[in-house]
T-cell receptor, first 113, second 111 residues
């Protein structure tokens, strides 16, 4: 069975400060890892993914994520947060041959001006 | 052009009614999904079709029945609606690289 844990319900940061949203996962085989963002009353939007290769993945809107196999983590980061980054962020995982993508419970990010 | 479109955006209905939500994607993807997002924003997969074939059928009451007339469409029919069915339902399609494209959601309210 595959699963994702996002240990923080909420993350609050000041604009201009670094932002980190934590994610750990469990899956059989090599993980396919994703981050999605959801703005109010909208569907989820893809931010970035890790399948293979460099452990540091760069995505949309200046976000990046670091894959750490030993810690089974895939934390999302942004060096300097913007107020417009305030949203709900989901980490997701699937196995290499899976169609099922399992999502974490989500982390609400609030960036204050 | 909207890549994944769902209709209706809002659906308010009485308990016991039967309703359908439609989804269409113009991305040429083979695989489509239905997800349910509850009031706590938790996302749960319900169904998935690949080329009109059902490939994922999670533990969902059999009052929910998906139907895929072709690979660009995946509709969701719900019989005998219950209060607990109130949620936001998202359709998604998947690219060959595994990226999901989501519709904007259908907010279902059962009164």
């Amino acid at each position: 069975a595959q699963s994702v844990a996002q240990p923080e319900d909420q993350v609050n940061v000041a604009e201009g400060n670094p932002l980190t949203v934590k994610c750990t996962y469990s899956v059989s085989g090599n993980p396919y890892l994703f981050w999605y963002v959801q703005y109010p009353n909208r569907g989820l939007q893809f931010l970035l993914k890790y399948i293979t290769g460099d452990n540091l993945v760069k995505g949309s809107y200046g976000f990046e994520a670091e894959f750490n196999k030993s810690q089974t983590s895939f934390h999302l980061k942004k060096p300097s947060a913007l107020v417009s980054d305030s949203a709900l962020y989901f980490c997701a995982v699937r196995g290499p041959n899976d169609y099922k993508l399992s999502f974490g419970a989500g982390t609400t990010v609030t960036v204050r001006a | 052009d909207t890549a994944v479109s769902q209709t209706p955006k809002y659906l308010v209905t009485q308990m016991g009614n039967d309703k359908s939500i439609k989804c269409e994607q113009n991305l040429g993807h083979d695989t489509m999904y239905w997800y349910k997002q509850d009031s706590k924003k938790f996302l749960k997969i319900m169904f998935s079709y690949n080329n009109k074939e059902l490939i994922i059928n999670e533990t969902v009451p059999n009052r929910f029945s998906p139907k895929s007339p072709d690979k660009a469409h995946l509709n969701l029919h719900i019989n005998s609606l219950e209060l607990g069915d109130s949620a936001v339902y998202f359709c998604a399609s998947r690219s060959k690289m595994g990226k999901l494209f989501f519709g904007s959601g259908t907010q279902l309210s059962v009164l």
